[in-house]
């Protein structure tokens, strides 16, 4: 790649990282002067064009995965006898491996993975320590590169998230586990 290309190329990627951070602060002036830039500029309309799908697309999977969180809350609390029964596996704790394997499980169904996507989850089933108990974004990007996977920005947000959502559905399980539990011995110790 020439000089001028390279410093090109540079300079869209700026422009995009100027973009996507001024969308996240809810800087519009930021966002339209910068779209104003890409009427001119066919590169980096694509590029930004490319921005934009890729965050509707993750946009998608955040909703989707709160409205199954949400579904799931549901059925703990109106349906408590759908939930299963805690098993002692259920009482282990969640590893990287697991969450992992809820990534690639999920993405499968939507589409065949990605290559880079494959062999950071190929990585991570590898390595199975449980999750740390705090799920910051500095705490999965120091986890992830604990576990040596070269991970952008989307895998970061995607780990993290199916991280927060497994331990979630393991902790509403317990505590509808224990609460039928307290029923049950309720319901015994009226019997008497």
Same mark, same amino acid.
């Given at each position: ?14 422009? !995009? ?13 930021? !966002? ?13 309309? #694509? ?7 890729? #965050? ?30 805690? !098993? ?15 990534? #690639? ?75 039928? #539990? ?11």
């Amino acid at each position: 790649m020439t000089n001028s290309k390279h410093q090109r190329q540079l300079e869209i990627e700026k422009s !995009v990282y100027v973009y996507s951070a001024a969308l996240e602060r809810g800087d519009f002036e930021t !966002v339209t002067s910068i779209l104003e830039l890409a009427e001119t500029d066919a590169e980096l309309e #694509q590029a930004l064009l490319d921005v934009n799908d890729a #965050q509707a697309v993750e946009l998608e999977q955040t909703q989707t995965a709160e409205a199954a969180a949400f579904v799931r809350r549901l059925i703990v609390e109106h349906l408590p006898s759908a939930v299963p029964v805690v !098993v002692e596996e259920d009482l282990r704790p969640i590893t990287v491996g697991d969450v992992a394997a809820r990534i #690639q499980a999920d993405q499968a169904q939507r589409s065949p993975l990605r290559k880079e996507l494959l062999t950071a989850i190929q990585q991570l089933q590898s390595d199975s320590p449980p999750l740390p108990d705090r799920l910051g974004l500095p705490d999965v990007v120091q986890l992830l590169k604990k576990a040596g996977v070269a991970a952008n920005q989307h895998f970061t947000k995607l780990f993290r998230e199916t991280a927060i959502l497994l331990s979630m559905g393991r902790q509403q399980g317990l505590m509808a586990a224990t609460r039928r #539990q307290k029923k049950a011995d309720q319901s015994k110790a009226e019997d008497k």
